[in-house]
């Protein structure tokens, strides 16, 4: 560093302390200096012009000490001072050599000589009008202060002020007076006058050795060169500038020559200027239009000539430059530069200039470019006020716009024409062609910047031409705007081809300044082809889609016209962002699709949704198809709190299966619709269960979450519905019964419901023993539970309709096999009023327990007698308690207690006791073993004999007829011992009949078979006062409703009598023969003989006289025979008149039947 620029350094830190101070000084001495020339100026003038020059030592002190204080030194030193006429020129020149300043350190400033040459007027008492300065050495400062005054002053930038300038620029400030824009008057307008007189005739200014500073307080620039030669001169109107020297440039020197011709309006211009090896970065200014510079830290070699005329414009210009490696900042980063080369010459018949070469290489861009640019060569036009055309061609381009985007921005050739109006500020592409290799974009533009050069207008149209795939528009979109949208693009969209793009935007200052553009004045629209959307991170990806989208201003929306997602077809679709700006606002995804129930289940169990798992189901076991509309709304963010997204899915299904019902019996068939948000979920529509077809109504609450939901399910069943579900009733109904169930579950199975069943408008009958007519009412209510692992009940079960009530529960197993059954009403007019109560046992056996009014078993009674056949299947155990049971309409049980047991193949034991016609009735059918039942113990006791069968009946004769339609008898005591076949064999009961103490009284068929034997006074007591019997035994066996009687005996003191053969019970038919004994007392002696007896009386029960009879034919026209020989006949030979007939008893059991005829014996 010199020691100019050291002391320059230094007096920065004092100038502002001493300045005011100087400047008084320097004031008052230029005023004492005016009076002593005024004074002295006649005798001076003629002094000068008698000799060559005058010694003006007398005057160095004065001098000396003005120099000092100007400079800002302790003392300065003029080593001489003279001053001459120049007759050439009618000037005086003043002359100071070897002028040194010294500072409180020593030597800073030398300046070697200066000389200058003022003109005087004619009016000698006006100020001299300096014309000619020479300076040798020393600094010169040309300023720029921030009101644009150009100013030249001898001195560094601290100190050129203390001296009056030697040259400035016309403006409202004034050397030493400041009007602050003002317009000035009266003296100080003339002395603006006097000053611009003296600024505009300075003939000529030579500099040698120099230091040369360039201060511009506007825009902050700050330059320093060293070793300054040059010559400024202005004649004839005309001013030229010959300077060389050396740029300050950090630690190094760079030369420069700089040459220039031109006039004082700037009119015509010739210059020419070579710099080499400047760093921009070195010398740029703190602000303003030079800051710029700094962004470039490498060495640049400038070779510029320029030449303009007045009145033909530009006429020559020529610009080479070249810079070196070094750095180059983008953004807040310098990165490596490698080097720039620029050509450019002006095309002098076309008036243009032509960019010959443009080749910049560095990590942040690369370019290689050359183009034209035209109205440079216009008469009337300037850079200032004239569009300047251009029309470049791209060989190639790269930037790196750093982290902003993901990647350099490349450009293949490409093309770019419009132009720059300096004046307006105004900037337009006409046309512009950007190969980005993969597509070409073509666009047109404009943008238009205010006084203070702020953007308020930017106007682009554009179109691709090619394909854009998902990775190219995230390349190409800043990594900070609509970061959201960027975001989820990234993210969302995986692969896909965009393509038909156009472009149109038109921004205002509003637009520009607030950041959020108007959707009237932007506009970007594309189609796409293939696209595969990841709309949800974690849902599955929308595929094949094809569409359109359109960018309106701050709102996106793209409209999808089919794909795919997963196994579901989506047939459209949208996608809109109300708002991109500011981030954070909610866009939507409107889907429409169709495909399988499973699928779509499947996909809506995906996060967020999550919806099969809180329903507990399982997607697969589902059927059916359908369209759906899936409307989903979240935040454009990143990361959004999950209660922000809400969605909305509505559709409408068919052939849908559920696998879920009553019981075995699933949904299937239906057509269904859906309604889902975020708090709710609909299902309802037409669906069967089984076969049945009903109506389906399912809501669940999903926000606050619910554990069930709520369902309703409605129809009408039929015969054949009833069918469906396995429950066999056709024979006991027709109709229709209307169906509501109505209840709640924790996903989509029946859990919990209430059934309501309206049968007015069905037939419904349980055979002979109810009948309800369609039109009367009937109704059956009930609340059904049930869980899949523990089973299901039936509760609160009502059945009413005329004459019958039923009321109670039942539960059953997870397989649908019963636990409980408990009846506590049971009403049926006529049938029962009792209560039953169910269960089954370990090993499947049903227990049931019925006690109460009334139970009316006469139906199975009848049948009893008719068939031995059992429509009982399954192994039940039955007691009962009731005070009215009744075996036939006419024949009632009071305070009756019953058993039953039945193995499911055949009855193992039954036993029936009660109070009837004022003795105990007994009906017994014993087994091997029976379980055990609380409280029955006693009723069962004894049972334990295989097999035998035991009834007792008090009064014969009303048994006879309810159950035989036999009224011909009275009294009695009927005792029957029997057996049921063994397991597996064919028959129904066989055994012995005992009757005791009993008179037959209107016997038709008897009293004629009386009066055939001619025993006409027996027939006459019969049909009076009636015959008495002691006993009547027999051997009889039911099989299908025919009474089979053997060995049947009976006697009493007028008659003895035997018989076999069969009753039709059901027919009512007899098929009977057998012996009549008159005197049965006297008759009967011999044959208690042995052997003797047997061969004249016969088989017991039989005597010496006796008639054979048969009696065949319906009970009503029986036909009677009687074979008088037979009377006549010893017994053994009477066997010859009987007919044969098959025997009751079975071979294996004769020592049962012989055991219990001993007994009755």
Same mark, same amino acid.
């Given at each position: 560093?010199?020691?100019?620029?050291?002391?320059?350094?230094?007096?920065?830190?004092?100038?502002?302390?001493?300045?005011?101070?100087? @400047?008084?000084?320097?004031?008052?001495?230029?005023?004492?200096?005016?009076?002593?020339?005024?004074?002295?100026?006649?005798?001076?003038?003629?002094?000068?012009?008698?000799?060559?020059?005058?010694?003006?030592?007398?005057?160095?002190?004065?001098?000396?000490?003005?120099?000092?204080?100007?400079?800002?030194?302790?003392?300065?030193?003029?080593?001489?001072?003279?001053?001459?006429?120049?007759?050439?020129?009618?000037?005086?020149?003043?002359?100071?050599?070897?002028?040194?300043?010294?500072?409180?350190?020593?030597?800073?400033?030398?300046?070697?000589?200066?000389?200058?040459?003022?003109?005087?007027?004619?009016? !000698?008492?006006?100020?001299?009008?300096?014309?000619?300065?020479?300076?040798?050495?020393?600094?010169?400062?040309?300023?720029?202060?921030?009101?644009?005054?150009?100013?030249?002053?001898?001195?560094?930038?601290?100190?050129?002020?203390?001296?009056?300038?030697?040259?400035?620029?016309?403006?409202?400030?004034?050397?030493?007076?400041?009007? =602050?824009?003002?317009?000035?008057?009266?003296?100080?307008?003339?002395?603006?006058?006097?000053?611009?007189?003296?600024?505009?005739?300075?003939?000529?200014?030579?500099?040698?050795?120099?230091?040369?500073?360039?201060?511009?307080?506007?825009?902050?620039?700050?330059?320093?060169?060293?070793?300054?030669?040059?010559?400024?001169?202005?004649?004839?109107?005309?001013?030229?500038?010959?300077?060389?020297?050396? $740029?300050?440039?950090?630690?190094?020197?760079?030369?420069?020559?700089?040459?220039?011709?031109?006039?004082?309006?700037?009119?015509?211009?010739?210059? =020419?200027?070579?710099?080499?090896?400047?760093?921009?970065?070195?010398?740029?200014?703190?602000?303003?239009?030079?800051?710029?510079?700094?962004?470039?830290?490498?060495?640049?070699?400038?070779?510029?000539?320029?030449?303009?005329?007045?009145?033909?414009?530009?006429?020559?210009?020529?610009? &080479?430059?070249?810079?070196?490696?070094?750095?180059?900042?983008?953004?807040?980063?310098?990165?490596?530069?490698?080097?720039?080369?620029?050509?450019?010459?002006?095309?002098?018949?076309?008036?243009?200039?032509?960019?010959?070469?443009?080749?910049?290489?560095?990590?942040?861009?690369?370019?290689?470019?050359?183009?034209?640019?035209?109205?440079?060569?216009?008469?009337?036009?300037?850079?200032?006020?004239?569009? $300047?055309?251009?029309?470049?061609?791209?060989? &190639?381009?790269?930037?790196?716009?750093?982290?902003?985007?993901?990647?350099?921005?490349?450009?293949?050739?490409?093309?770019?024409?419009?132009?720059?109006?300096?004046?307006?500020? =105004?900037?337009?592409?006409?046309?512009?062609?950007?190969?980005?290799?993969?597509?070409?974009?073509?666009?047109?533009?404009?943008?238009?910047?205010?006084?203070?050069?702020?953007?308020?207008?930017?106007?682009?149209?554009?179109?691709?031409?090619?394909?854009?795939?998902?990775?190219?528009?995230?390349?190409?979109?800043?990594?900070?705007?609509?970061?959201?949208? &960027?975001?989820?693009?990234?993210?969302?969209?995986?692969?896909?081809?965009?393509?038909?793009?156009?472009?149109?935007?038109?921004?205002?200052?509003?637009?520009?300044?607030?950041?959020?553009?108007?959707?009237?004045?932007?506009?970007?629209?594309?189609?796409?082809?293939?696209?595969?959307?990841?709309?949800?991170?974690?849902?599955?990806?929308?595929?094949?889609?094809?569409?359109?989208?359109?960018?309106?201003?701050?709102?996106?929306?793209?409209?999808?016209?089919?794909?795919?997602?997963?196994?579901?077809?989506?047939?459209?679709?949208?996608?809109?962002?109300?708002?991109?700006?500011?981030?954070?606002?909610?866009?939507?995804?409107?889907?429409?699709?169709?495909?399988?129930?499973?699928?779509?289940?499947?996909?809506?169990?995906?996060?967020?949704?999550?919806?099969?798992?809180?329903?507990?189901?399982?997607?697969?076991?589902?059927?059916?198809?359908?369209?759906?509309?899936?409307?989903?709304?979240?935040?454009?963010?990143?990361? *959004?709190?999950?209660?922000?997204?809400?969605?909305?899915?509505?559709?409408?299904?068919?052939?849908?299966?559920?696998?879920?019902?009553?019981?075995?019996?699933?949904?299937?068939?239906?057509?269904?619709?859906?309604?889902?948000?975020?708090?709710?979920?609909?299902?309802?529509?037409?669906?069967?269960?089984?076969?049945?077809?009903?109506?389906?109504?399912?809501?669940?609450?999903?926000?606050?979450?619910?554990?069930?939901?709520?369902?309703?399910?409605?129809?009408?069943?039929?015969?054949?519905?009833?069918?469906?579900?396995?429950?066999? $009733?056709? &024979?006991?109904?027709?109709?229709?019964?209307?169906?509501?169930?109505?209840?709640?579950?924790?996903?989509?199975?029946?859990? %919990?419901?209430?059934?309501?069943?309206?049968?007015?408008?069905?037939?419904?009958?349980?055979?002979?023993?109810?009948?309800?007519?369609?039109?009367?009412?009937?109704?059956?209510?009930?609340?059904?539970?049930?869980?899949?692992?523990?089973?299901?009940?039936?509760?609160?079960?009502?059945?009413?309709?005329?004459?019958?009530?039923?009321?109670?529960?039942?539960?059953?197993?997870?397989?649908?096999?019963?636990?409980?059954?408990?009846?506590?009403?049971?009403?049926?007019?006529?049938?029962?009023?009792?209560? !039953?109560?169910?269960?089954?046992?370990?090993?499947?056996?049903?227990?049931?327990?019925?006690?109460?009014?009334?139970?009316?078993?006469?139906?199975?009674?009848?049948?009893?007698?008719?068939?031995?056949?059992?429509?009982?299947?399954?192994?039940?155990?039955?007691?009962?308690?009731?005070?009215?049971?009744?075996?036939?309409?006419?024949?009632?049980?009071?305070?009756?207690?019953?058993?039953?047991?039945?193995?499911?193949?055949?009855?193992?034991?039954?036993?029936?006791?009660?109070?009837?016609?004022?003795?105990?009735?007994?009906?017994?059918?014993?087994?091997?073993?029976?379980?055990?039942?609380?409280?029955?113990?006693?009723?069962?006791?004894?049972?334990?004999?295989?097999?035998?069968?035991? @009834?007792?009946?008090?009064?014969?004769?009303?048994?006879?007829?309810?159950?035989?339609?036999?009224?011909?008898?009275?009294?009695?005591?009927?005792?029957?011992?029997?057996?049921?076949?063994?397991?597996?064999?064919?028959?129904?009961?066989?055994?012995?009949?005992?009757?005791?103490?009993?008179?037959?009284?209107?016997?038709?068929?008897?009293?004629?078979?009386?009066?055939?034997?001619?025993?006409?006074?027996?027939?006459?007591?019969?049909?009076?006062?009636?015959?008495?019997?002691? =006993?009547?035994?027999?051997?009889?066996?039911?099989?299908?409703?025919?009474?089979?009687?053997?060995?049947?005996?009976?006697?009493?003191?007028?008659?003895?009598?035997?018989?076999?053969?069969?009753?039709?019970?059901?027919?009512?038919?007899?098929?009977?023969?057998?012996?009549?004994?008159?005197?049965?007392?006297?008759?009967?002696?011999?044959?208690?003989?042995?052997?003797?007896?047997?061969?004249?009386?016969?088989?017991?029960?039989?005597?010496?006289? %006796?008639?054979? *009879?048969?009696?065949?034919?319906?009970?009503?026209?029986?036909?009677?025979?009687?074979?008088?020989?037979?009377?006549?006949?010893?017994?053994?030979?009477?066997?010859?008149?009987?007919?044969?007939?098959?025997?009751?008893?079975?071979?294996?059991?004769?020592?049962?039947?012989?055991?219990?005829?001993?007994?009755?014996?």
């Amino acid at each position: 560093m010199t020691q100019i620029e050291e002391k320059s350094k230094a007096d920065k830190g004092v100038f502002v302390k001493t300045w005011s101070g100087r @400047v008084g000084h320097v004031l008052m001495e230029v005023s004492s200096l005016g009076l002593s020339l005024i004074l002295v100026w006649l005798a001076i003038l003629t002094l000068l012009m008698n000799r060559s020059s005058v010694d003006l030592n007398m005057a160095k002190p004065y001098y000396e000490q003005w120099f000092a204080k100007a400079f800002s030194g302790k003392t300065a030193d003029i080593e001489h001072y003279t001053a001459r006429w120049v007759e050439d020129n009618h000037t005086i020149e003043l002359r100071a050599d070897n002028i040194k300043i010294v500072g409180d350190d020593g030597v800073f400033q030398n300046i070697g000589e200066i000389r200058a040459e003022f003109a005087l007027s004619e009016n !000698l008492l006006a100020k001299p009008t300096l014309k000619r300065i020479y300076v040798d050495g020393g600094a010169i400062t040309l300023a720029r202060d921030v009101n644009g005054r150009f100013q030249i002053g001898l001195g560094t930038p601290a100190t050129h002020q203390h001296v009056a300038a030697l040259w400035h620029s016309s403006g409202n400030q004034t050397t030493g007076k400041q009007t =602050t824009g003002k317009q000035a008057t009266g003296k100080q307008a003339g002395d603006n006058q006097a000053e611009n007189a003296t600024a505009n005739m300075l003939d000529r200014v030579v500099v040698a050795n120099a230091h040369v500073y360039v201060q511009d307080d506007l825009d902050g620039l700050a330059l320093s060169f060293e070793d300054v030669s040059g010559v400024y001169g202005f004649e004839n109107g005309k001013i030229s500038v010959k300077s060389d020297g050396k $740029l300050v440039s950090g630690l190094r020197r760079v030369p420069y020559v700089l040459k220039l011709q031109t006039v004082p309006d700037l009119s015509s211009i010739f210059t =020419t200027l070579k710099i080499e090896g400047v760093n921009p970065a070195e010398i740029a200014s703190e602000r303003g239009r030079f800051a710029k510079l700094s962004n470039l830290n490498a060495p640049v070699t400038l070779d510029v000539a320029l030449k303009t005329v007045a009145g033909t414009g530009l006429e020559d210009l020529q610009i &080479r430059i070249d810079v070196g490696e070094g750095h180059l900042k983008t953004g807040t980063t310098y990165k490596p530069f490698t080097h720039a080369r620029v050509r450019m010459s002006y095309d002098v018949p076309n008036q243009s200039i032509t960019l010959n070469a443009l080749d910049i290489a560095s990590e942040a861009i690369n370019v290689v470019a050359d183009g034209v640019f035209e109205n440079v060569g216009d008469v009337n036009a300037s850079f200032s006020n004239t569009p $300047l055309a251009f029309d470049l061609n791209i060989d &190639r381009l790269r930037i790196n716009p750093g982290v902003r985007f993901s990647g350099p921005i490349t450009l293949s050739p490409s093309e770019i024409k419009g132009a720059y109006n300096f004046k307006d500020k =105004t900037f337009v592409l006409e046309k512009g062609r950007f190969d980005f290799g993969d597509f070409t974009v073509n666009a047109n533009a404009s943008t238009q910047r205010n006084e203070n050069g702020d953007l308020v207008e930017i106007h682009i149209e554009a179109n691709v031409e090619g394909i854009i795939e998902p990775s190219h528009v995230l390349h190409y979109w800043p990594r900070d705007f609509v970061l959201g949208a &960027r975001n989820w693009f990234k993210r969302s969209a995986v692969a896909g081809e965009f393509s038909a793009v156009d472009f149109v935007m038109n921004l205002n200052a509003n637009d520009i300044a607030t950041g959020v553009i108007a959707n009237d004045h932007f506009t970007l629209s594309f189609e796409t082809k293939n696209v595969e959307l990841q709309y949800i991170s974690t849902m599955p990806l929308l595929f094949e889609d094809n569409g359109f989208g359109i960018l309106h201003g701050n709102s996106f929306e793209y409209h999808m016209k089919g794909g795919k997602v997963a196994g579901l077809t989506m047939s459209k679709g949208t996608v809109l962002i109300p708002q991109l700006n500011p981030k954070g606002s909610d866009f939507t995804i409107d889907l429409y699709g169709n495909g399988q129930v499973k699928e779509m289940l499947r996909i809506s169990d995906l996060e967020p949704f999550s919806f099969a798992k809180q329903q507990g189901i399982n997607p697969a076991d589902f059927g059916g198809n359908g369209a759906i509309h899936l409307k989903i709304t979240r935040p454009l963010l990143e990361n *959004y709190p999950q209660e922000r997204v809400s969605f909305a899915l509505d559709g409408d299904f068919t052939d849908v299966e559920i696998p879920s019902g009553i019981g075995r019996f699933t949904f299937n068939g239906g057509n269904l619709s859906i309604d889902l948000d975020k708090k709710r979920a609909v299902v309802k529509g037409p669906i069967k269960i089984g076969k049945w077809q009903s109506e389906l109504f399912w809501q669940k609450q999903l926000e606050p979450q619910s554990s069930y939901a709520v369902y309703t399910i409605t129809g009408t069943l039929n015969r054949d519905d009833l069918d469906g579900f396995g429950i066999g $009733l056709r &024979r006991h109904f027709g109709g229709e019964i209307d169906v509501r169930i109505e209840g709640v579950d924790s996903g989509i199975g029946l859990q %919990a419901a209430e059934l309501v069943a309206d049968f007015t408008n069905a037939d419904v009958n349980l055979g002979d023993l109810w009948h309800k007519p369609a039109g009367e009412f009937g109704s059956l209510t009930g609340l059904i539970t049930f869980n899949e692992q523990v089973g299901g009940r039936f509760d609160n079960v009502i059945i009413k309709a005329p004459d019958l009530a039923l009321a109670g529960s039942v539960s059953l197993a997870a397989n649908y096999k019963l636990l409980k059954l408990d009846l506590t009403q049971a009403y049926i007019k006529g049938f029962i009023d009792a209560s !039953l109560e169910g269960k089954p046992t370990a090993d499947g056996v049903l227990n049931l327990n019925m006690a109460g009014e009334y139970f009316n078993i006469s139906s199975w009674v009848d049948k009893a007698f008719q068939t031995q056949s059992s429509a009982i299947s399954a192994p039940m155990f039955l007691t009962a308690s009731l005070k009215k049971m009744s075996l036939d309409e006419n024949y009632h049980l009071m305070d009756a207690r019953a058993l039953f047991s039945h193995t499911g193949e055949k009855v193992d034991r039954a036993k029936l006791t009660g109070l009837v016609d004022g003795g105990n009735f007994l009906a017994e059918i014993s087994g091997q073993s029976r379980p055990k039942v609380d409280g029955i113990d006693e009723m069962v006791g004894g049972l334990d004999t295989a097999g035998n069968v035991h @009834v007792k009946i008090p009064n014969a004769a009303r048994a006879a007829k309810v159950f035989l339609g036999i009224n011909s008898i009275r009294g009695g005591v009927l005792e029957i011992n029997g057996y049921l076949p063994p397991d597996g064999s064919e028959g129904g009961v066989r055994g012995f009949v005992s009757l005791k103490d009993f008179t037959l009284v209107r016997a038709p068929a008897f009293a004629q078979i009386l009066s055939l034997a001619s025993l006409q006074g027996l027939a006459g007591t019969l049909s009076g006062t009636g015959m008495k019997f002691s =006993t009547l035994d027999m051997d009889f066996a039911i099989d299908d409703g025919v009474l089979k009687i053997r060995d049947g005996r009976a006697s009493g003191a007028a008659l003895g009598l035997t018989g076999e053969g069969d009753i039709g019970i059901a027919n009512k038919t007899l098929d009977f023969n057998g012996v009549l004994v008159p005197a049965y007392a006297v008759n009967s002696i011999l044959g208690d003989i042995p052997l003797l007896g047997d061969i004249i009386v016969g088989k017991k029960g039989e005597g010496m006289f %006796a008639l054979n *009879y048969a009696v065949k034919g319906p009970f009503a026209k029986t036909r009677v025979s009687v074979n008088p020989l037979s009377a006549l006949t010893p017994g053994f030979l009477r066997r010859i008149f009987d007919v044969k007939r098959d025997k009751v008893t079975d071979p294996k059991i004769n020592d049962l039947i012989k055991e219990q005829r001993k007994k009755k014996e």
